[in-house]
């Protein structure tokens, strides 16, 4: 409970900005998740790094749980409040506070997003790779260690995060390193806060690595008889060091989907999307190296989107692909879940997973990250069907058990949130204590996010 003190505490520093109104509270309580919705008791606005350490030093004196919050576009209830508490919205922190184009890095507020961002670096012929299918904010993305369909070729937020600005349980404020690309000096507090998911420290700014714009940038499409051959080509392009900007898997249940929904016309395939980035003549030469192991592995249709109109279309229609899996079935939620697994045993669980899902009778699209191993198969369920609602969870218990037996993880990008902690003690073991003894280091009270990432 949040007390009447803190609650006056909280009115006098934010005024309006703080809020209990039933439909903001509600709105914090919930992501995208199927999960049913568990909001905190009120929300706080904060618009600066001074504000935000003064909320949690309330929260600290009131043992009041804090819970950051970006754009709610997680998962795996990743902004559910089960021990209520506030919510502390920060995404009207979006200053981008400054580009250095000769370093390479921005560095920005934590609630700015990547299309904010990207619109102000397409002006310095800069641009930054992570994109995440729905609109985060760079703190939500570096607090799950968000990545994408371009993690293959520019990292994910592991390797984006130079240097992070955090507030602390107790209202300190520090920052976890400089802009030098790189530095030998001390614990890496920006690696232990990149993917904490807000339960080690609340992030009030970023300093991110960021590239220029490619000279050309390609984009291709090629179908296949089957799924086998299309996650091999994907296998040997990885094997081969082909340096792929985008590699898309996607079955065939989920091109039907993406057709109807975006009104496109691939064949209903096995299909690999792709994208390549670089000189004009060395995004000819990748694109010809894959075209080639396509080929070889029976693939067809390779067809060209040179054109930036059809290739954002195209990429457009596969960001879509959650909204496109949830079309199928009207009425229905997405269960969105993703593995990731060393890339030479892909087919092996790819094939192992489809062959369960067909068992099963449930209605599940698969598209990946294939390029990193990573996929994630979007399960359609009705909430009001308690028996599919099972079904579905006994499913992911076999598919992150197949994960974790082929030295894979429970979540390639998503995260933990509630969803996973159940699989954290069977693929960290004896590292759970460690995690454990982390948080207890940083977050004596346990008021930060409390009841996520850690069973
Ligand atoms: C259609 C769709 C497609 C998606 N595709 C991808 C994808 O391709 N790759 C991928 O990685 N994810 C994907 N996601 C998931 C989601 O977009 C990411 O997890 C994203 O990083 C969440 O950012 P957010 O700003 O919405 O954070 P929120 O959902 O608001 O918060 C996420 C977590 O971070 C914490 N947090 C938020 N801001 C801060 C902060 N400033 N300081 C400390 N902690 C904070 C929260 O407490 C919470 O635990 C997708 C989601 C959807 C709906």
């Known amino acids: 409970m949040i007390p009447d003190a803190a609650r006056q505490e909280f009115e006098d520093l934010l005024g309006d900005r703080f809020s209990i109104s039933p439909s903001i509270v509600e709105q914090h309580g919930r992501d995208e998740s199927s999960r049913p919705p568990c909001p905190p008791e009120a929300v706080a606005f904060a618009t600066s ?21 970006g754009a709610g ?49 397409a002006d310095r012929g800069l641009f930054f790779p992570i994109d995440p299918g729905a609109e985060p904010t760079l703190g939500g993305m570096a607090s799950t260690r968000a990545s994408g369909t371009t993690a293959v070729r ?49 992030i009030t700014e970023a300093t991110v690595r960021v590239h220029g714009l490619p000279e050309a940038m390609v984009g291709a499409v090629v179908s296949f008889p089957e799924l086998e051959a299309a996650v091999q080509t994907v296998i040997r392009t990885i094997q081969l060091a082909i340096p792929v900007a985008r590699i898309e898997l996607l079955d065939e249940a989920m091109v039907d989907a993406i057709n109807r929904h975006a009104g496109l016309d691939q064949a209903v395939r096995p299909t690999l999307m792709l ?33 930036a109109a059809e290739r954002e279309r195209l990429w457009e229609a596969r960001h879509h692909a959650y909204f496109a899996a949830l079309a199928l079935r009207p009425g229905c939620r997405v269960v969105s879940s993703d593995v990731c697994v060393p890339i030479s045993r892909l087919a092996e669980c790819v094939l192992a997973t489809k062959e369960d899902l067909a068992s099963t009778g449930l209605t599940a699209p698969l598209v990946g990250h294939a390029g990193d191993g990573n996929f994630h198969l979007l399960l359609v369920v009705d909430p009001d069907d308690p028996d599919e ?30 969803g996973k902690r159940r699989f954290m003690e069977a693929e960290h073991g004896e590292a759970v204590e460690a995690m454990r003894a982390v948080k207890r280091a940083l977050d004596p009270l346990g008021i930060m996010n409390p009841g996520k990432v850690l069973p």
């Open 275 to 307: 994208e390549f980035h670089g000189t004009a003549s060395a995004v000819a030469e990748q694109a010809r190296e894959v075209g080639e192991i396509a080929a070889e592995l029976g693939g067809s249709d390779f067809r060209w989107a040179a054109d």
């Open 154 to 202: 520019y990292g994910t937020m592991r390797e984006a995060v130079l240097s992070l600005t955090a507030v602390l349980h107790d209202g300190r404020v520090i920052r976890t390193a400089r802009r030098a690309r790189k530095s030998s000096a001390g614990y890496d507090l920006t690696r232990l806060l990149v993917g904490a998911e807000g339960t080690l420290g609340v």
């Open 73 to 121: 576009t997680s998962l795996e209830g990743h902004v559910h409040a089960p021990h209520g508490g506030l919510s502390l919205d920060l995404s009207r922190m979006d200053r981008i506070v400054a580009i250095h184009d000769e370093d390479l890095d921005a560095v920005v507020e934590a609630g700015v997003t990547t299309a904010n961002l990207n619109r102000r670096l």
């Open 389 to 418: 609602r099972e079904r579905i969870e006994a499913f992911l218990d076999r598919l992150v058990g197949r994960a974790l037996a082929m030295d894979g993880t429970c979540t390639g990008e998503h995260g933990v949130g509630l």
């Open 49 to 69: 790094v001074d504000e935000v350490a003064e909320v949690v030093r309330i929260c600290a004196r009131h043992r009041v749980p804090v819970i950051p919050y």
